[in-house]
């Protein structure tokens, strides 16, 4: 008897752990308040480090946009202002290597590469240039050279863009 108790305890714990287990059936989502933008001026304000484990923030968002605009069929300009401490993210794979001390190349050279295909505009500070000893050469193939990012980004929030600073 004792034995057919046993049992039945280890078979109902077992039960009860593969219950536990099983991962949770996603929730329902209900949208209170559906957003569709016709058209959207953005500009991203990129100084300083924000990465979701090995990838950078503000090149993910903008990916994310990027997909949800066009599945909206929004008409969307993108300016991207690199400067600060995230200014090298747009280095050339020998500059990059002199600053981060990296032999492999810039590891976000193809995704820059992506977004201005998709149209992002890409900006570098030619502040941030002058405080690090960078000259134009030392930029990813494409990349444009502003005056100065905070200046930019004051012009452009003027011109009616929303600025996010991921």
């Known amino acids: 008897m004792r034995r057919w108790f046993a049992s039945a305890a280890l078979a109902l714990s077992a039960l009860a752990l593969s219950v536990l287990a099983q991962p949770a059936a996603a929730q329902e989502i209900r949208?209170?308040?559906?957003?569709?933008?016709?058209?959207?001026?953005?500009?991203?304000?990129?100084?300083h480090f924000a990465f979701e484990g090995d990838q950078p923030t503000g090149l993910e968002f903008m990916r994310i946009l990027l997909a949800y605009f066009r599945e909206q069929g929004t008409q969307v300009?993108?300016?991207?202002?690199?400067?600060?401490?995230?200014?090298?993210?747009?280095?050339?794979?020998?500059?990059?290597?002199?600053?981060?001390?990296?032999?492999?190349?810039?590891?976000?050279k193809g995704q820059i590469a992506e977004l201005m295909k998709a149209g992002v505009e890409i900006e570098e500070c030619a502040e941030t240039m002058r405080l690090n000893r960078w000259g134009n050469a030392d930029l990813?193939?494409?990349?444009?050279?502003?005056?100065?990012?905070?200046?930019?980004?004051i012009q452009l929030v003027q011109d009616g863009f929303v600025q996010l600073q991921p």
Not at 78 to 99: E, K, S, T
Request: cysteine-free; aromatic content about 10%; overall charge positive.
């Open 140 to 153: 990813l193939p494409g990349v444009k050279v502003t005056t100065g990012a905070n200046m930019r980004i």
């Open 77 to 108: 300009r993108m300016v991207a202002i690199f400067h600060g401490a995230a200014g090298y993210m747009l280095l050339d794979d020998a500059a990059y290597g002199r600053v981060r001390n990296w032999s492999a190349g810039n590891p976000y």
């Open 31 to 47: 949208i209170d308040v559906p957003v569709a933008v016709k058209q959207a001026k953005v500009v991203f304000n990129l100084d």
